[in-house]
């Protein structure tokens, strides 16, 4: 059973630095991507990072692409979102979830299991 806790949220102010993490149990590690989403007031569900557990190929949408960083420490299974640079439009609820087959993909809908979440909130 697929099991993702994610942690690390909290309140900072604009510029500010977060990391989250994501422990993960329940799959083979080499054969899934884990992804980063958040839920906005914008939109429901965009996809912020992904990594694959296989090759370690990463992949972000323009919107965080040099300000947040994904990685892992695979001998604990987490996931880390490192998060530079935040801004009050990055405030939200984000959230890791597994993708099975390993390749990375920022679509929430090639990702099975979800954790429960964890809040950002960026003051201006």
């Known amino acids: 059973q697929v099991q993702l806790v994610e942690s690390g949220g909290g309140v900072v102010p604009t510029g500010g630095s977060l990391r989250l993490s994501c422990a993960a149990s329940?799959?083979?590690?080499?054969?899934?991507?884990i992804g980063w989403f958040r839920r906005t007031p914008q939109k429901a569900r965009e996809g912020v990072a992904c990594?694959?557990?296989?090759?370690?190929?990463?992949e972000y949408p323009d919107a965080v692409k040099g300000r947040f960083t994904i990685s892992s420490d695979d001998a604990k299974r987490t996931v880390y979102l490192e998060m530079n640079d935040l801004r009050p439009e990055d405030t939200g609820v984000y959230f890791c979830a597994a993708s099975p087959g390993a390749l990375v993909t920022l679509d929430a809908l090639d990702h099975d299991d979800w954790g429960q979440g964890t809040q950002v909130t960026v003051t201006s």
């Open positions: 990594i694959s557990m296989n090759d370690g190929i990463t």
């Open positions: 329940g799959f083979p590690w080499d054969r899934y991507a």
